[in-house]
């Protein structure tokens, strides 16, 4: 039969109601709308506007010359209010009777043999209206029923004679459209168009009836797909309703696209919206279009399998794999052809091809014969590249995710489309990327016969990578996935030849490890060989600019690759100079990729080749940086290395802060790494040296962790290793208390405006000059406005750390003219704080310019030649800076900076001994023939003895350290109270508590140093002045006891007024416990000392008693009774030595009370016998220590 589907321009006609356009139609072209235009012209409308009445007068003038519309005019006339009530009874009594009951439909009783073909001929108008719902109203309650399981639902279309017949469609499909329109309770549109799916012809009819009811479009569509009610579509229906939404979508192309939205979404009938994109893609009329865009059936299917969306991803996936066969999917059928497509567009004709075109290949392809076809060769289009590269990723989403198996004219094509010449474009670059990891992705497209060609095309890629790298934009480059997947397949790590290879095609795919056989033959025996592969390596450019925006696969990640499989010391390749410029070539963010490369480069640098590698062979050791190129980064010139040249610490632009960082790590690795393998370097003849420390002091540490914690993004990552490297190899750099204030200073400097630091210090806007500096303070004991004022500008909060290190050189020099007694405190406190805020950035080169300028610098009142002081100076000998102008230890405002200094010194000198142990082992006989006994005939030192000589240094410069630093505490004179000048007082007491703060911290972080120090003994006056400012002092208990084993008896003495001391500031029991030792100690020795030493003994001994009773009463009567026997002792030697004395008179308790440390006594000069003295003294301490326990 004919076709009765309305065209798409007339259903937009009737959509608009366009009467003028319908009046330019042919009369059979507007035959399918009559129903609806003639009941529309018979209507009374609301709309009363001259426009609609204009249009009404068109439409009578369109209908005028029809002659079926007198016959829809009569169809029109019949009573639908009758016609509606015999309808629902009848749908009543089938409801009762059941859905698939038989039976004579009371609409249309007494129809004769005849049937209803010639009934519905015969019949009027109102007996037509009861046929078609008598055929009509079983399949629409059946619908409506949803009784989808009832075997009463039809297994085929059903052959209903009164709509198979082509004579009378158009009679039945107006009676159908008016009851549509006349009864729209009984008749719903959608339902209705689901019960024509049953009938023979119903898609035409429903074109029709849709086409009369333009508005219903949606609302049928919806209905057929089965989103009303969310009826499931039955499987033996599906592709009647795909024909039917096919057929209607073609009626209304504009709502073709939504339609396919529609099934996507609600993931029903993929058939269906493969067949609507198909349909879009013809009707767009894209024969020009295709050669430069993806084809929208590739984009659609692309993007339903690599969204992000899993349920419908599985519904499509699922869609393919039911269908197997590739002839019997539309979507593989329609894919088949784009490839055929585009590799013929591809294959150019040798002998064929033009001057012109045979210029363009030679540039591509020159020395490689061509590929496939003997007499042709395949160079892929530019307008062809993204239609391959999109088409190439879908059917790797086919194999990963439907699981389709290729068919072997799919294998071919696929094939030939990968190694096809790519053009010198960045489309090119990226297909080639997507073809490389599809030949990985999918390793069963090469046979055994297809090897030579792919071989071709591998190699012509990588004689051709550096010519692509060139025009592709920055970062954009095959090279590196092509050498990254050869490094993967050589050290046989093929699942991670396979990641890579899923990470540019942006998808998950299994791949078995023994089909990638043939290709890691092809690509580590044919083309890429080990030295092949590690000399291509050094010869890629590096990426410029590298951060941690650049994604995908780099040269750094190849190199890092081969460093980790030894390929360039295996090969003898030099790649130094390659990591150099990629380190010089970093900004930020920070790559993660940079610091395991030079990590990994470290260890090959240090780290043998393998243990059964000779290791005195030359060149199986990568070579370190030299002293040159790392001095460069950091814009210092070898000659700053020198003594009397400055250093330069500001920054450089040919480097920027990350390049400076890694190159630091890059320093600190490289010395960790070969003081921890030297036992094993030492054996090689050729082995890496140790830079030399004036390099690494030259480095400006600090001052690049300032920046990075004021970048973070400039050393993301590498920030932990740095500090971690820093704290074992130069811990002076990281002291807690640098570290405390450092945070303060840069949590200030991160808050404050850079443009208000930038344009005046402290935002003030003005600014001076080092000259003017200095001048202020030199004339500060006279002015000290211009030098108060210039330090408070630099030690504002608003001021970055980093802005002020122009002024550390004047700024030291002026430090002499601060110890000036005339200098007001608030200036030499202002001057500490900028002291601290440059050593947070520039703390070694602060040090030496500190100590420089702070040494004895007077002879009278000439200044003298200052001897230039060195970092290396301080370290060798950490008790230069103590040796400064005396008047610094006695000023409290800046003796924090000595002790500083000092501090810094000390652990600098201990890291350095334990350096020198590490890099100089004492190597085991029997592995290096070259140790033996010295000329002298000394015998090697071991590795203990050599850790006990390096405890023993560092032991002897603490204890140094302390007893310089307990001898400042005594050097203050002695003051009178009664003195004007009280300040110096005061000026004493806090020296002495910064000095005890600086012992407290010595003696917890080694406690031996307290016993070393205890050991040699000091002043007995500054007993009770160190147990009351060091806290740590109570651990001297632990080693009292040895003491008092100790033979000298001023040992002895020493330990009985420490222990006292302690006893009373710390009264524990372990105090009590040492105090009874003591006592006993002192009972013992009544009866040991010698008559002529006892005086001077225990004068001393007993003075102790009354500190031990204060502390512990209990041990009162122990004091006195040794204090009787002593008494009764001198006293008989008194009675003894002078006869003339009476007993009465000597123990007298108001006689006799000399005090030996008055002036009359001292005048004496020994005229008062000791004994007498030390009978006074022993008195004396009774009394005191009766009054101590009265208290």
């Not at 004579?104 to 719902?133: D, H, T, W």
Request: charged letters at 20%; aromatic letters at 6%.
């Amino acid at each position: 039969m004919m076709s009765y589907t309305v065209e798409p321009s007339i259903f937009v006609m009737m959509s608009n109601l366009d009467i003028q356009g319908l009046l330019q139609l042919p009369a059979c072209k507007v035959r399918p709308l009559l129903p609806s235009l003639v009941r529309m012209s018979l209507c009374t409308s609301l709309d009363t506007s001259t426009e609609w009445q204009e249009k009404r007068k068109l439409l009578l003038q369109l209908l005028s010359g029809l002659s079926a519309v007198n016959d829809i005019i009569a169809l029109l006339s019949v009573d639908f209010h009758d016609l509606e009530e015999d309808a629902r009874k009848e749908q009543q009594l089938r409801s009762k009777m059941g859905v698939g009951a038989l039976g004579e439909s009371s609409l249309i009783s007494g129809i004769k043999q005849q049937g209803l073909m010639l009934e519905f001929e015969r019949s009027e108008p109102a007996r037509r209206f009861r046929i078609v719902l008598s055929e009509l109203l079983p399949h629409i309650l059946q619908i409506e029923s949803h009784d989808l399981s009832s075997s009463s639902v039809p297994q085929s279309v059903s052959d209903s004679e009164l709509f198979t017949c082509s004579a009378y469609f158009e009679d039945v499909s107006d009676v159908l459209c008016i009851l549509c329109a006349e009864l729209p309770k009984l008749l719903r549109l959608p339902v209705v168009c689901e019960a024509l799916l049953c009938l023979n012809n119903g898609t035409e009819v429903m074109c029709k009836l849709v086409a009369n009811n333009p508005e219903s479009f949606m609302s049928v569509c919806n209905s057929l797909l089965g989103l009303e009610n969310d009826k499931k579509v039955c499987s033996i229906n599906e592709q009647l309703r795909c024909t039917a939404l096919q057929t209607l979508c073609i009626m209304n192309p504009n709502y073709m696209l939504t339609t396919r939205d529609l099934c996507v979404h609600n993931c029903k009938l993929p058939d269906l919206a493969v067949k609507l994109t198909l349909h879009h893609k013809e009707l767009a009329n894209q024969s020009l279009e295709e050669f430069h865009s993806v084809s929208g059936l590739v984009a659609f299917a692309s993007g339903l399998l690599l969204g992000n969306d899993v349920k419908v991803r599985l519904w499509f996936a699922t869609y393919i794999r039911q269908n197997k066969d590739p002839k019997d999917c539309i979507l593989r059928q329609q894919l088949v052809k784009e490839l055929r497509s585009i590799v013929k567009k591809a294959e150019v004709p040798i002998e064929n091809s033009s001057s012109e075109s045979n210029d363009n290949i030679s540039s591509q392809s020159s020395n490689t014969p061509a590929l496939g076809n003997s007499n042709s060769m395949y160079l892929l289009l530019e307008q062809n590249c993204l239609r391959a590269s999109a088409i190439l990723r879908l059917y790797c989403a086919l194999k990963a995710i439907a699981s389709v198996k290729f068919s072997q004219e799919e294998s071919d094509l696929i094939l030939q489309l990968i190694t096809c010449f790519p053009p010198m474009s960045a489309l090119g670059i990226r297909f080639v990327s997507i073809a490389l990891g599809m030949l990985l992705a999918c390793p069963q497209l090469v046979a055994e016969e297809q090897e030579s060609q792919v071989i071709r095309w591998i190699k012509w890629l990588a004689s051709h990578s550096s010519e692509m790298e060139n025009v592709g934009p920055e970062g954009c480059s095959f090279a590196e996935q092509l050498l990254l997947t050869a490094i993967h397949l050589h050290g046989d790590r093929r699942a991670a030849a396979v990641r890579l290879a899923c990470a540019t095609l942006g998808m998950r795919m299994k791949v078995s490890n023994s089909s990638l056989n043939r290709l890691k033959h092809i690509f580590t025996e044919e083309v890429f060989p080990t030295h092949v592969v590690a000399a291509h390596a050094t010869q890629v450019p590096v990426t410029k600019n590298l951060n941690d925006a650049m994604t995908g696969y780099l040269p750094v990640h190849c190199v890092y690759q081969l460093l980790k499989t030894r390929a360039f010391s295996q090969g003898r390749i030099s790649v130094k100079d390659w990591i150099y410029k990629q380190i010089c070539s970093a900004t930020s963010p920070l790559h993660p990729q940079l610091q395991p490369l030079i990590q990994q480069f470290v260890v090959t640098i240090v780290t043998p080749l393998s243990k059964g590698h000779h290791i005195k062979e030359d060149g199986i050791l990568n070579e370190p940086f030299t002293e040159e190129q790392i001095m460069e980064v950091f814009g210092i010139s070898l000659d700053s290395l020198k003594l009397g040249k400055k250093q330069n610490y500001s920054p450089i632009d040919s480097c920027t802060l990350t390049s400076k960082l890694l190159m630091l790590y890059y320093v600190l690795q490289y010395e960790d790494s070969i003081l921890n393998n030297m036992k094993t370097l030492a054996l090689i003849q050729n082995r890496p040296a140790r830079y030399s420390s004036s390099l690494i002091n030259q480095i400006p540490v600090k001052l690049l962790l300032y920046k990075a914690q004021r970048q973070p993004k400039c050393s993301q990552g590498l920030y932990p290793a740095l500090l971690g490297l820093l704290i074992t190899h130069l811990p002076h750099l990281c002291m807690v208390d640098d570290w405390m204030q450092d945070l303060d200073f840069l949590t200030n400097s991160m808050q404050s405006v850079s443009r208000q630091a930038n344009s005046g210090l402290g935002g003030s806007g003005k600014s001076f000059t080092n000259k003017q500096f200095l001048q202020g303070l030199e004339r500060v004991s006279v002015n000290p406005a211009p030098a108060l004022m210039h330090l408070k500008m630099l030690t504002h909060p608003r001021v970055p750390c980093d802005s002020i290190i122009c002024y550390a050189n004047s700024f030291t020099q002026g430090l002499l003219h601060l110890l000036n007694d005339k200098v007001s405190r608030r200036v030499r406190q202002e001057a500490q704080k900028l002291w601290f805020k440059l050593n947070s950035v520039i703390p070694l080169k602060l040090w030496v310019l500190t100590v420089s300028s702070l040494q004895t610098p007077h002879a009278g009142k000439k200044l003298t030649p200052q001897i230039r002081v060195t970092f290396e100076a301080l370290v060798n000998n950490p008790l230069l800076p103590l040796n400064v102008d005396s008047r610094i230890l006695k000023c409290p405002d800046l003796l924090p900076i000595i002790l500083r200094i000092l501090s810094a010194c000390l652990s600098a000198s201990h890291s350095q001994s334990t350096a020198l142990l590490k890099a100089n082992p004492t190597l085991d006989s029997s592995k290096s023939s070259a140790r033996s006994s010295s000329p002298l005939g000394f015998t090697p030192v071991s590795e203990n003895e050599k850790d006990e000589l390096r405890i023993a240094l560092n032991a002897a410069q603490n204890s140094a350290v302390v007893q310089l630093l307990i001898e400042i505490c005594m050097c203050h004179e002695r003051v009178n109270p009664n003195d004007d000048d009280i300040n110096l007082l005061t000026c004493q007491r806090e020296v002495q508590c910064l000095i005890c703060s600086q012992l407290h911290q010595m003696f917890i972080a080694d406690p031996n140093v307290a016993k070393l120090v205890h050991f040699q003994g000091y002043a007995s006056e500054m007993i009770p002045v160190l147990v009351a400012g060091v806290p740590s002092m109570h651990i001297c208990l632990d080693f009292i006891p040895e003491m008092l084993q100790h033979t000298k008896r001023l040992q002895h003495l020493f330990a009985f007024e420490l222990a006292s001391h302690i006893s009373l500031q710390y009264p524990l029991p372990k105090s009590l416990a040492i105090a009874k030792l003591c006592i006993n100690t002192i009972s013992t020795f009544v009866t040991v000392v010698p008559s002529k030493s006892q005086c001077s003994f225990f004068s001393r001994a007993i003075a102790t008693f009354p500190n031990f009773t204060k502390a512990f009463p209990p041990l009162t009567k122990d004091c006195i009774s040794i204090l009787q026997q002593l008494g009764r002792m001198v006293q008989a030697e008194i009675l003894s030595k002078f006869s003339h004395i009476s007993t009465v008179f000597v123990a007298s308790p108001d006689d006799w009370d000399f005090d030996k440390d008055s002036s009359f006594c001292k005048e004496l000069n020994g005229a008062v016998d000791p004994l007498l003295l030390f009978y006074q003294d022993t008195r004396k301490t009774f009394f005191k220590m009766i009054q101590a326990v009265l208290d």
